[in-house]
């Protein structure tokens, strides 16, 4: 099947062509039209969704633009003001009208008459929408939205001084694989105390979520915010004792696979006592792998490795190039992280990250690569609703980049040894991230459950959490203080709650597709893409059988997956 990369942006039909969001009066006439058209049949009701689609899409793509903009500049008190006004002014207002237009596609006589195949998880998301809805909820959400983006403000400031120069803490993380240990361990030691600076801020702030989102799910009939958000999420698929099933299968297959790993880590090093600052390093004499120079060379390299892959693929990259849709390197008053944000209108989204130079900048930069594709392969379908996907499939289709793109580094290392390396850094990072996601995961839980926590506590629950899961062979001793805050350096415990067991699920999805492409690429390539241009259209277990993969995270399961990448690493140590 031919696919392309020159997608248009989306032209307005029910809107003016020049239409731009200002404020809620230039909004309103639209979403008051929609609710009070007669609907008489089938096609008007197909012609309706349309139109309500492309407001949608309107919408979505002012906010993301705002938020975009924001987090490239946190220091720019106007994009801040921007993106304030559109949570507090115009967010809530639209909230009652979706409400009300969401009851009336599901009261409509004609809905039953769509084809069902093609709108049932659509369908079945509207009904949750409308089954989850609170009046009193709309001006906490909105504070919510607003309150999210503190964190941003908060690490974006975050800077240490190395060699008289300053560095932001992503930048400076480049010297932790530095040959020098005492040097090393010096630079962790800062990175570290400047996160105790603000670790009281980061409190109060993370209180102040969870005081707020227990609240929305009280007013919304349920127990705690954890139950409030797995129905939120759409999570029909899988329950809360899949996590856990998960948490102790990560306990049972991947720890003693790490413990091997670490304790090779300690020999090749020659350390008495593996500490935190060693995990990146390599042995005296062994340059740190430095793939690329600066953003633009970050950027033609991924669209050569892309084109080894698929041409398809490094297409997208050059439109969105095309189109200034990369900001990638890191620099002080940027905000912290990583993402892909589809833009519902343009088709081609925007990719935003915090590059120093590093090995793992390349696998952030292919991993937000293989969201961006998902998003050109989902931009034909037809309503702007069927494009919001799950978050299992959407990070099967970044993890999966990351596996696939291996094979095809050679424009990021020009020497044999510097690829091999490359690829067993990653292929231990594959199974060394499954305990930190197991740890965010089940801290969640605990933190939701238990909403009136003090700080102490909550202090207390993240050690024993993170004991759970700690590795022998890593001495952490002397280094309390620290490991005490160590969850609020995970961006998505602010800004996007309960969201990261997805990508413990996900990457079991992008072990098995790596599997099938060591098989057999052009088909795994075809199951891939074939999966991600459904969208959300069908439900997460039937996108995986589209991937070729089985949805199950069930121990067994995970400890087949495990030894074939274990297998793998095997064949590069020797």
């Known amino acids: 099947m031919q696919r392309t990369a020159d997608i248009q942006k989306l032209s307005h039909k029910y809107l003016p062509t020049d239409f731009v969001l200002t404020d809620w009066e230039s909004l309103e006439p639209f979403f008051k039209e929609l609710k009070e058209r007669p609907i008489n049949s089938v096609e008007n009701l197909e012609a309706w969704l349309k139109d309500l689609s492309e407001l949608e899409a309107c919408i979505s793509e002012d906010a993301c633009w705002r938020q975009i903009k924001m ?53 079945r998301s509207v009904q949750k929408s409308i089954e989850l ?74 209180t102040s979520l969870v005081q707020k989102r227990h609240q929305v799910a009280l007013n919304a009939g349920f127990e705690n915010y954890r139950d409030y958000k797995f129905a939120e999420l759409g999570r029909f698929d899988y329950t809360k004792e899949d996590c856990f099933q998960f948490h102790e299968a990560v306990k049972l297959h991947v720890m003693p696979l790490i413990e091997k790993i670490y304790t090779r880590k300690k020999e090749k090093l020659g350390v008495d006592a593996l500490k935190p600052w060693d995990l990146e390093a390599e042995p005296a004499g062994t340059k740190p792998l430095r793939p690329f120079t600066d953003g633009n060379d970050l950027y033609e390299k ?58 793992s900048d390349v696998t952030t ?99 024993n959490i993170v004991k ?12 309390k203080e620290f490991r005490a805050i160590g969850w609020q350096r995970q961006l998505h415990l602010f800004e996007v709650p309960f969201y990261y067991i997805e990508y413990g699920i996900a990457q079991l999805g992008a072990i098995g597709m790596w599997m099938q492409y060591q098989k057999n690429p052009k088909q795994a390539l075809e199951n891939y893409m074939n999966a991600l241009a ?23 399961y995970v400890k087949n997956l495990m030894e074939f990448t274990n297998q793998e690493l095997e064949k590069l140590y020797h």
């Not at 115009?90 to 069902?116: G, V």
């Open 71 to 123: 987090t490239c500049d946190t220091t720019d008190k106007s994009l801040e003001d921007a993106f304030t006004f559109f949570c507090m002014e115009i967010q809530p207002q639209m909230q009652p009208y979706a409400d009300a237009l969401n009851r009336k596609l599901i009261h409509s006589p004609y809905t039953a008459q769509l084809d069902q195949a093609k709108y049932h998880t659509y369908l």
């Open 133 to 206: 809805f609170r009046t009193e909820n709309i001006p906490i959400q909105a504070e919510l939205s607003v309150l999210q983006q503190q964190y941003g403000t908060i690490a974006g400031k975050m800077t240490i001084e190395v060699g008289g120069k300053e560095y932001t803490l992503q930048q400076a993380a480049q010297f932790l694989e530095n040959e020098d240990r005492a040097f090393r361990e010096e630079v962790y030691r800062k990175i570290q105390t400047r996160r105790l600076q603000d670790q009281a801020a980061m409190h109060d702030l993370f």
């Open 302 to 359: 991924s669209v050569a490795c892309f084109e080894q892959i698929d041409p398809f693929f490094a297409d997208c990259l050059r439109k969105m190039n095309e189109l200034k849709h990369f900001d990638l390197e890191s620099r002080k008053g940027k905000a912290p992280g990583g993402y892909n944000c589809p833009l519902a209108e343009s088709g081609a989204p925007f990719i935003f990250m915090n590059a120093a130079g590093q090995m």
């Open 365 to 463: 930069m292919v991993h937000e690569g293989g969201h961006a594709i998902h998003s050109f392969l989902a931009h034909q379908l037809s309503l702007s609703a069927f494009k919001e996907y799950p978050m299992e499939i959407a990070e099967v289709a970044s993890m999966s980049m990351e596996l696939f793109s291996m094979n095809h580094w050679q424009p990021f290392f020009e020497k044999e040894a510097d690829l091999k390396r490359a690829i067993e850094h990653q292929l231990e990072r594959t199974i060394t991230i499954f305990p930190w996601i197991a740890i965010i995961d089940k801290f969640q839980h605990w933190v939701y459950t238990h909403p009136e926590h003090t700080i102490e506590q909550r202090t207390n629950e993240w050690q």
């Open 468 to 479: 759970e899961f700690s590795c022998k062979v890593l001495n952490q001793s002397g280094l």
């Open 534 to 556: 459904l969208g959300g259209t069908k439900t997460l277990p039937e996108l995986y059988q589209t991937a070729g993969l089985e949805f199950n995270f069930s121990p067994d």
